[in-house]
């Protein structure tokens, strides 16, 4: 069966220290894999997007990056954290052109 | 731009009244359409989703959305609202890419 897996679930960092979010899929081949961050007020705002592996789009301006070493495996990362970067980070992955999405549990991020 | 907007931040109603969740979509053609929960501190659930055909689309746990092509609108609505349907409810939206648009979310609190 298909599975999402995400980790940690939570994590507290101090500002200016590096930061690395995994996340996983297994079930499936060559899928679409997406990094969403949800801040207060904000809703669900697309950070990343991927269609295979070192193929990464940016959706917006930040201090964060991604990379897809691996084709189910995707990667959040920052070399010095701010404390904007706090929030809810959500990973997903679809199926191109299948329009259906399955999200991880999510990582609680506290920058302090 | 594509975009979603939920007009509504923070909804309260009583157990067993009902419920409408406002979604309005702007693309520059009608976008396959979701609504998702996300229970606190949880990962997001799809409570349904339209792509064509009927506009009045059934999902699960009793809520139903009726999508209006001439508002650009899609609605979400339950008849009558348990106490576990608290929760923060989130519209979205794909269109000709494969990237997952959300709105910024509703806040259900539910009174007994």
């Known amino acids: 069966s298909q599975t999402i897996h995400q980790w940690p679930a939570t994590l507290v960092q101090p500002v200016g220290s590096p930061l690395s979010l995994e996340c996983t899929v297994e079930g499936t081949s060559n899928p679409n894999l997406y990094w969403y961050r949800q801040a207060a007020g904000r809703g669900l705002q697309l950070l990343f997007y991927?269609?295979?592996?070192?193929?990464i789009s940016s959706e917006v301006p930040q201090n964060l990056s991604a990379s897809r070493p691996q084709d189910r495996q995707f990667i959040l990362s920052s070399k010095k954290l701010l404390l904007s970067d706090s929030g809810f980070y959500l990973c997903?992955?679809?199926?191109?052109?299948?329009?259906?999405?399955?999200f991880g549990s999510g990582t609680r991020l506290t920058v302090v | 731009a594509q975009s979603v907007t939920q007009p509504d931040i923070h909804i309260t109603v009583s157990e067993g009244a009902s419920l409408e969740l406002r979604c309005n979509y702007s693309y520059g053609a009608t976008p396959y359409l979701f609504w998702y929960v996300q229970s606190p501190g949880q990962g997001l659930q799809l409570l349904l989703k339209?792509?064509?055909?009927?506009?009045l689309v059934q999902g699960i746990k009793g809520f139903e959305a009726e999508f209006k092509r001439s508002q650009s609108s899609f609605n979400l609505r339950k008849p009558s609202v348990h106490w576990s349907d608290a929760a923060e409810y989130f519209c979205a939206a794909v269109r000709n890419t494969d990237k997952l648009i959300f709105g910024t979310g509703t806040r259900l609190q539910v009174f007994p």
């Open positions: 997903a992955w679809s199926v191109r052109g299948n329009y259906g999405y399955t």
């Open positions: 339209y792509f064509s055909g009927d506009t």
């Open positions: 991927s269609v295979g592996i070192g193929q």
